[in-house]
């Protein structure tokens, strides 16, 4: 498995010359097809061989053969290779063919080791990592990796596609005598495979093109295709959800106990008769805020929590141990609350395959009683006994009760004493995912403009906005409000800028921009031109450009509205003003209007996206959508003087 490196500067080791193994140069003697200029590499093979000794003994040798095709290809001479105390390492070697500097071997020993990611508190998950010398263009880089597989798990996941062409890709699974496999096959047709000897198979497919990057598209390893496999002990069944919520109920069985500070907690940020509703709102925004978030992986490959009196006691933890001290300070109030496994890319779960590998997040699902009333914008689900909400105390920018706009509408595993369900979480609708734009704008006669402008956002916008401001210094947040304003597709200037509720989650996050251009509209007695559609902009060049191959994201479903004055010069009147328009597709609507009352124009437009993913058959309507908007905010409206 190939993993890209955030940032890490190796050190060069000299390596040995050294005799490369003939599974390597028989990939690398291949004749390859012609592959277009922005292919950078290929993968000449990649071969993973399973071997099952026992529920506690698996054993995984992975091979990959590179060949590298242009310059920016030579990160493949990169090799990380992850590991923790439940898989060990038998071995690591990588070798190059370098057409200047002849073949390389690289050992265990050369490696440097280092943690999972930078700011890592505690963590058994470790990389080792190799860089190969010499490598450029028409140089073959391989490695082969042998470790004993994680116990705890009789699952593995082939992802034989990326983002290189690959020539070929081989899986070989070995199970003791009666054992069996169940297969899912993700993103490509189901093959079946080969037997070749004793309980042994093997699947190959062959010449895969790569996932090129495309705008706005779903995340690559969401589209990429790939292999599940369950091995299942004779006389065993094949694993289902409830069993993966059982068996992760089990792993967090009492974590959640009540320590005297747990209690002494709890009495703190609600007193006994809080309505459960806000005793649940104080102890998430405790643990939102005051319990630090930090990879805390260890043991059972990350999967348990460490017990809420220990979370509570050191102020920090990952994801699951947020969510275990909420569960508990919920708890000592009597209120229900599960664990809800997500993963943080969207459509990144496999429905139809029931593994803890399609999880790498967790979140809170809250039941409350049933005569609790919520506000519109909460995260709420049905759910028999009443209703429950849902809430991720991870996010530092989301208001309790809601969920970050990459987990709404995904799967995610309910667990419960009894086991685990797959449920859709639940997901913000346009009214709440908003920007309200309103602008109060002076003409002169020269065709100066100056004026204020008020930026509503809630939702998802909200918190996109927090996320992207809170952090930044004044300098920082001054220039992104500059760029902002640049987009807006006229000559404008920032001259002012401020923000109401900033640092408050649970309330719409106000922007406040004074602007001003010196040449916005076109006097030229006697006619007057500009355009109404000043501020903002709701085109987009997405749709635009060469033929695309995969869906486009246009981000959470939401709400654009703007509502403009225009205090116009004296002694003129509308001559010309652009029409009303009106579209209407199944995934967005647009409509704009201009009215001129007195010496004041307004213009209004409203866009609502009403879903996110736009397939390929509605390609063309989303292109003709976005056009459409383009020439409206372009459209003029022409003022003549009066003779009056």
């Not at 291949?30 to 399973?50: C, R, S």
């Not at 070929?168 to 003791?176: F, Q, S």
């Not at 997500?342 to 029931?354: A, I, K, L, Q, Y």
């Not at 346009?430 to 100066?448: C, F, H, P, T, Y």
């Amino acid at each position: 498995m190939r993993t890209k490196l955030l940032a890490l500067c190796l050190l060069v080791p000299v390596a040995a010359l050294a005799s490369v193994p003939e599974w390597v140069r028989t990939a690398a003697r291949e004749p390859l097809p012609a592959y277009g200029p922005e292919t950078k590499a290929v993968v000449l093979l990649h071969e993973q061989i399973t071997t099952v000794k026992s529920e506690t003994d698996i054993r995984t040798v992975t091979r990959y053969v590179y060949k590298v095709l242009r310059p920016e290809g030579r990160d493949v001479a990169t090799v990380t290779v992850p590991f923790d105390s439940e898989t060990s390492i038998n071995w690591v070697k990588a070798w190059s063919i370098s057409p200047r500097t002849g073949d390389y071997e690289l050992k265990e020993k050369e490696a440097i080791e280092t943690v999972a990611f930078n700011g890592e508190m505690y963590s058994d998950l470790r990389y080792k990592h190799f860089q190969l010398p010499g490598v450029e263009p028409g140089s073959i880089v391989a490695y082969e990796v042998d470790h004993r597989k994680r116990k705890n798990l009789l699952q593995d996941l082939w992802d034989f596609q990326e983002t290189f062409p690959v020539r070929h890709a081989r899986y070989v699974l070995e199970l003791p005598d009666n054992w069996n496999y169940q297969a899912h096959w993700r993103n490509h047709p189901e093959t079946v495979p080969t037997v070749i000897g004793g309980h042994r198979w093997s699947w190959q497919v062959d010449d895969l093109p790569e996932i090129r990057s495309e705008r706005a598209m779903p995340g690559w390893r969401v589209l990429a295709g790939q292999l599940g496999l369950t091995f299942v002990p004779s006389p065993s069944s094949p694993q289902t959800w409830n069993d993966v919520g059982r068996w992760y109920a089990q792993l967090a069985e009492g974590r959640t106990a009540l320590s005297p500070e747990l209690r002494n907690k709890a009495s703190e940020l609600a007193s006994a008769g809080t309505p459960p509703l806000d005793a649940a709102r104080a102890f998430a925004g405790f643990v939102q805020r005051e319990i630090r978030y930090v990879a805390v992986e260890i043991g059972i490959g990350g999967y348990q929590p460490h017990s809420a009196a220990e979370v509570l006691a050191n102020r920090y933890g990952d994801c699951k141990d947020k969510v275990t001290v909420l569960k508990a300070l919920l708890r000592s109030a009597g209120i229900e609350s599960y664990y809800v496994l997500v993963h943080s890319e969207r459509g990144f779960v496999d429905g139809g395959f029931p593994s803890l590998l399609n999880f790498n997040h967790v979140v809170i699902a809250i039941r409350l009683p049933a005569e609790t009333r919520f506000d519109k914008s909460y995260a709420i689900r049905d759910f028999e006994g009443g209703k429950m909400l849902f809430f991720d105390p991870t996010s530092e920018f989301d208001a309790f009760g809601s969920l970050p706009d990459e987990l709404q509408g995904n799967p995610g595993l309910l667990v419960t004493a009894a086991g685990g369900e797959l449920i859709e979480l639940p997901s913000a609708n346009e009214n709440i995912n908003r920007v309200q734009r309103r602008a109060k704008l002076m003409l002169s006669e020269a065709g100066e403009l100056s004026g204020d402008v008020s930026e509503a956002w809630g939702g998802a916008m909200a918190a996109a906005g927090r996320a992207r401001f809170l952090p930044a210094a004044l300098s920082e947040r001054q220039r992104d409000l500059e760029n902002y304003v640049n987009r807006f597709g006229v000559p404008l200037r920032l001259s002012g800028a401020s923000f109401d509720d900033l640092e408050t989650v649970d309330r719409e996050l106000v922007v406040h921009l004074k602007i001003s251009s010196g040449s916005f509209a076109q006097a030229t007695p006697p006619f007057y031109l500009f355009r109404p559609a000043a501020v903002g902009s709701m085109s987009s060049t997405v749709a635009e450009g060469e033929k695309r191959s995969y869906p486009v994201d246009l981000g959470p479903v939401s709400t654009a509205t703007d509502d403009v004055e225009f205090t116009l010069p004296s002694n003129y009147v509308p001559d010309d003003l652009p029409p009303a328009v009106h579209l209407t597709y199944r995934f967005a609507e647009y409509s704009s209007s201009v009215e001129v009352k007195g010496r004041t124009l307004y213009f209004s437009r409203k866009r609502t996206i009403h879903e996110r993913r736009v397939t390929l058959a509605d390609f063309d309507d989303l292109k003709t959508f976005y056009r459409r908007i383009a020439e409206d905010e372009q459209a003029v409206a022409v003022l003549k003087r009066s003779t009056k």
